[in-house]
C-alpha cells in the first residue's frame, strides 16, 4: 500500500521537471535583462554605436522566416556592419557570437550569452549552422568549431509545455483516483 503511495509523488515530480524544461526557453522579458546584465548594452543602447536590444528584437521579428539559416542572415545583414564599426570580420552565426561575447570579456560558451543567443535564434526561425557543414563562403577559417545551438521555436516549445502539463494533469488525477479506490477498499 505504502509502496503505491509513493508513486505519486515520484511521477509527479519527473512530469513536472519535463514540463519545466519544455518551458526553459526564456521569455523576451528575460532574454533582455541577460542581455543587459552581460554588458552588451554598453554598445547595444540608444545612442550607442550598435543597435539597441528592442531594435534587435524587432529586427529579428521582422526578418523571421527569411533567411534559410542563421549563417545566412549574418551574412546578409550583419558582416558589414561589424566590420564597418568593428573592423571584425563575422561570416557566421558562431563567429557573431564569438566576436560578441569577447567584447565583453567573455566566454562564448557563458550560460548567458547562449541563453541571448538561442533567443535571437528562434526569433529569426532559421537553422543553427551544422558543425560537419563548412562555411559557404569562408572569408577568414573559424578557429573553433561550435557545437550546433539548439534551435527549437518559441512557440512550439510552448505548445508542448501545453501538452505536456495537460497530460500531466490527467496522470496525475488518475493516480489519485486509483490510491482514493485502493484506500477506500481497505
Ligand atoms: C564594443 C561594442 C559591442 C559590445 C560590447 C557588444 N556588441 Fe554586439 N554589435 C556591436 C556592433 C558595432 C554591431 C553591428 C552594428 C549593429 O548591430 O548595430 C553588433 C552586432 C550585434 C548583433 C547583430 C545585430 C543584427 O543586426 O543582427 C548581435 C546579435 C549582437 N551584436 C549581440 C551582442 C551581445 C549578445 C553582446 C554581449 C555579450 C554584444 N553584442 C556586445 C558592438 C558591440
Not at 53 to 58: A, H, K, R, T
Not at 90 to 119: A, C, H, I
Request: aromatic share 6%.
Amino acid at each position: 500500500m505504502f509502496r503505491v503511495l509513493l508513486l505519486v509523488p515520484l511521477v509527479g515530480a519527473l512530469l513536472l521537471s519535463s514540463i519545466l524544461a519544455s518551458l526553459a526557453q526564456p521569455t523576451e522579458a528575460e532574454a533582455k535583462s541577460v542581455f543587459e546584465g552581460l554588458g552588451c548594452i554598453a554598445c547595444h543602447r540608444s545612442g550607442g554605436i550598435a543597435k539597441s536590444w528592442d531594435e534587435i528584437v524587432s529586427k529579428y521579428r521582422a526578418s523571421a522566416g527569411r533567411y534559410a539559416s542563421l549563417d545566412e542572415y549574418v551574412r546578409a545583414e550583419v558582416s558589414q556592419e561589424v566590420k564597418n564599426n568593428l573592423g571584425f570580420d563575422v561570416n557566421s552565426w558562431s563567429d557573431l557570437f564569438r566576436v560578441m561575447s569577447q567584447l565583453t570579456g567573455r566566454s562564448p560558451d557563458d550560460p548567458g550569452v547562449k541563453t541571448v543567443e538561442s533567443y535571437l535564434a528562434s526569433l529569426l526561425g532559421a537553422q543553427a549552422p551544422e558543425v560537419t557543414q563548412p562555411p559557404e563562403t569562408p572569408v577568414t577559417p573559424t578557429p573553433t568549431p561550435t557545437p550546433p545551438t539548439e534551435v527549437v521555436r518559441g512557440e512550439e516549445r510552448l505548445t508542448w509545455g501545453i501538452v505536456l502539463a495537460i497530460v500531466a494533469i490527467v496522470v496525475i488525477v488518475l493516480i489519485a483516483l486509483v490510491v482514493g479506490l485502493i484506500v477506500m477498499r481497505r
